[in-house]
Antibody
């Protein structure tokens, strides 16, 4: 079964850091671009970041550029999102998703994880 | 404020047809980027409904269809069913960044 499982969410103080993980299974992880999308409580979806198949291409929303870093470890079939200098407005459910093709930009997200909640509060 | 504009809500009776619009600009949809649509049932992760403007993933009923013209796109749902009640989001790209619409809540009367 094709599956994505996020972990690493939790409560963190403003200015703190957190690393999210997304474990992939049931497909050849190295052949798909991956992405992170978040959803603040009661709000819509917001694209956060994407990464190419080999990790050489990374892309970020303006709201997280310079603070978040996306990466992947093909040997572990795992996608990561390192989040630094967290702000209250980063509070959201964070979903990892598989891009339907190898290209990181332009395509749809066909497989989604269940999401992990990040709460930034003092 | 979302880059792509969707109506906040639409409604229809069972069996009816509804459409949800997604309006962008020359920087995103009008620049040639494809439009994708997602359905999000309450308390669940989004699900891909339509990709590349008018393509359905395996398992999505043909009651769902998409179209794109100029700087806009539309999702049409025919033969409305109670379990179609959900939030629907359009998505595209702009300057190598993903962009979503604000979402549309579909109510089945």
């Amino acid at each position: 079964e094709v599956q994505l499982l996020e972990s690493g969410g939790g409560l963190v103080q403003p200015g703190g850091s957190l690393r999210l993980s997304c474990a992939a299974s049931g497909f050849t992880f190295s052949t798909y671009a991956m992405t992170w999308v978040r959803q603040a409580p009661g709000k819509g979806l917001e694209w956060v970041s994407a990464i190419s198949t080999d990790g050489g291409g990374t892309y970020y929303a303006d709201s997280v550029t310079g603070r978040f870093t996306i990466s992947r470890d093909t040997s572990k079939n795992t996608l990561y999102l390192q989040m630094n200098s967290l702000r209250a407005e980063d509070t959201a459910v964070y979903y990892c998703a598989r891009v339907i093709v190898a290209a990181a930009i332009g395509a749809a997200f066909d497989i989604w994880g269940q999401g992990t909640m990040v709460t930034v509060s003092s | 404020q979302s880059v792509l504009t969707q109506p906040p809500s639409v409604s229809g009776a069972p069996g009816q047809r509804v459409t949800i619009s997604c309006t962008g600009s020359s920087s995103n949809i009008g620049a040639g980027y494809d439009v994708h649509w997602y359905q999000q049932l309450p308390g669940t992760a989004p699900k891909l409904l339509i990709y590349a403007n008018n393509n359905r993933p395996s398992g999505v009923p043909d009651r769902f269809s998409g179209s794109k013209s100029g700087t806009s796109a539309s999702l049409a749902i025919t033969g409305l069913q109670a379990d179609d009640e959900a939030d629907y989001y359009c998505q595209s790209y702009e300057s190598a960044s993903g962009v979503f619409g604000g979402g549309t809540k579909l109510t089945v009367l």
